[in-house]
């Protein structure tokens, strides 16, 4: 076992605060980098990118989400390259591929001069209760999506997270492109069903028209385009598309992912009340 540390960035977000326990359970080095984290890194500040990268073997890369978040991470792989870095393991998501979308944030990293692994999740189950766009509608007892009565493969963040910290410190995940789903698709009312009944209240799903759903997000201050991407997504999951199984879970792991009502249940009286 190295002592080389292992890079994290977004380490304080949803998956990195995951991907860094994982890793110091297993008696690795993480070195959490944010923000606001244990070591300071910023997108958009080029300055933070050295000493996060310096002496580090591998690097798990949450990228920036903005416009030139492909170009920002083209220049951050030469430099992690440049400094050593062995891999890099990107947080994708598996929508873009089945929407036909070209994803130039992972085109960016396979063409690093580093090896790499790509993962490619479904929607999370923490969202709901991690995530301000699904644990306020819970708090407020109405889930209200446009997402009708279509399916989702709702993944645990914990899988994702141990699915990483396996590609960041294990052999035989280079050049692999990992899809990550729960065990079953299950429609949004499903899901909801799932949380008040482990949260022990009522809380109801309403679906909406996509344009009405842009309407109340609006009025909530949330900008025009994010409830734009939103909506085509949400469209995605209303038609079908999504309904469908992968098995990078098993595949890496050698287990079944963890399904939902497990995770409801776990979480329990920690979903978010008014």
Not at 14 to 43: C, I, M, N, P, Y
Not at 168 to 189: C, F, M, V
Not at 202 to 219: C, D, M
Request: net charge negative.
């Amino acid at each position: 076992m190295t002592t080389s540390p292992i890079l994290v960035l977004g380490g304080t977000g949803k998956t990195g605060r995951r991907v860094a326990a994982g890793l110091r359970a297993q008696g690795h080095t993480a070195r959490v980098a944010s923000r606001s984290g244990e070591t300071r890194f910023d997108w958009a500040d080029e300055a933070t990118w050295k000493p996060a990268l310096s002496g580090a073997r591998a690097a798990y890369v949450v990228d920036s989400q903005a416009a030139d978040a492909a170009t920002t991470l083209r220049a951050f792989g030469e430099l992690a390259a440049a400094h050593g870095v062995e891999r890099l393991v990107l947080l994708s998501a598996r929508v873009w591929a089945e929407m036909g979308v070209p994803s130039d944030a992972e085109q960016a990293v396979r063409e690093s001069d580093t090896a790499w692994t790509i993962l490619r999740p479904t929607w999370f189950m923490q969202n709901f209760s991690e995530d301000p766009m699904l644990t306020g509608p819970v708090a407020a007892g109405d889930v209200r999506l446009p997402a009708g009565e279509g399916k989702e493969p709702f993944v645990d963040l914990e899988d994702v997270a141990d699915v990483a910290v396996a590609a960041l410190t294990g052999q035989g995940h280079d050049g692999q492109i990992y899809e990550l789903s729960g065990p079953e698709a299950i429609t949004w009312r499903e899901a909801v069903g799932e949380v008040a009944r482990a949260a022990g209240r009522a809380i109801g799903y309403t679906p909406l028209s996509v344009a009405r759903y842009r309407e109340e997000a609006a009025a909530l201050g949330y900008p025009a385009e994010y409830t734009a991407l939103l909506g085509e997504l949400f469209e995605h999951i209303r038609q079908g598309r999504a309904d469908h199984v992968s098995d990078g879970v098993q595949r890496v792991l050698g287990r079944e992912p963890g399904d939902f009502a497990s995770y409801a249940r776990r979480t329990g009286a920690a979903f978010p009340r008014a």
